[in-house]
């Protein structure tokens, strides 16, 4: 299994502000994820976090808005670049091996 | 990918049996089908997969007809703490993919 850790863990933001979320694992992983998920929703992909290369984004989410960091298998950033209150949700990391790990979360809430 | 059906909400009592059915009636002949459980404020994490027929954890027994249309989780003697969502994911190396996740459903465990 792996452990993973997200900071932060919540936050309060200001509109047009940017806030960079962190992702660490515990062992070396190829596969990382992205997600959010909205207030009562399910989870949505953002994009894969490829290591050494640039992130695949899905449908509906563009590197601009979410720029993601992937520098090393253990560590990956997602970035919430000039933030609107639709931005406000729960970001998700995970990793994946024989199944998949997701983080614990980092709830960001934007005024 | 195959869609999938699930009950939005189900309500139960300690220590009866929950069975959660969904419904993927394209699943491809080569999808395995998971769970998985999220607690409120948690990330998801992996309950059970099965192929076919019946595959029981420590967790949860899946029942898998055989047509595949359809799975069923199954928890046992529910508590308060088995309380979460619940999401069947149907497809292929669901531990190295970015996973589609329905809407789920809601388990409320009342004493």
């Known amino acids: 299994s792996a452990v993973i850790s997200q900071k932060p863990s919540r936050d309060i933001c200001q509109r047009g502000t940017s806030l960079t979320i962190q992702c660490q694992v515990d062992?070396?992983?190829?596969?990382m994820f992205w997600y959010r998920q909205q207030p009562g929703q399910s989870l949505t992909l953002i994009a894969t976090?490829?290591?050494?290369?640039?992130?695949?984004?899905e449908s509906g989410f563009v590197i601009d808005k979410f720029p993601i960091s992937r520098p090393n298998l253990t560590f990956s950033t997602l970035t919430v670049s000039n933030m609107s209150p639709e931005d406000s949700s729960i970001y998700l990391c995970?990793?994946?091996?024989?199944?998949?790990?997701f983080g614990p979360g980092t709830r960001l809430t934007v005024l | 990918l195959a869609k999938t059906t699930q009950p939005i909400s189900m309500d139960s009592y300690e220590g009866q049996e929950v069975n959660i059915t969904c419904s993927h009636n394209?699943?491809?002949?080569?999808?395995?089908i998971t769970w998985y459980q999220q607690f409120p404020s948690q990330g998801p994490r992996f309950i059970i997969q099965?192929?076919?027929t019946k595959v029981t954890n420590e967790v949860a027994s899946l029942f898998i007809p055989a047509d595949r249309k359809s799975s069923t989780l199954s928890l046992p003697r529910v508590s308060l703490s088995d309380t979460a969502v619940y999401y069947c994911?149907?497809?292929?190396?669901?531990?190295?993919?970015?996973?589609?996740f329905g809407s789920g459903t809601r388990l409320q465990v009342q004493p």
């Open positions: 995970s990793v994946g091996d024989n199944e998949q790990f």
């Open positions: 394209n699943i491809a002949t080569n999808d395995y």
């Open positions: 994911l149907p497809g292929r190396d669901t531990g190295r993919r970015a996973l589609t």
């Open positions: 976090a490829n290591q050494g290369s640039e992130a695949t984004y």
């Open positions: 099965g192929y076919k």
């Open positions: 062992s070396q992983v190829t596969m």
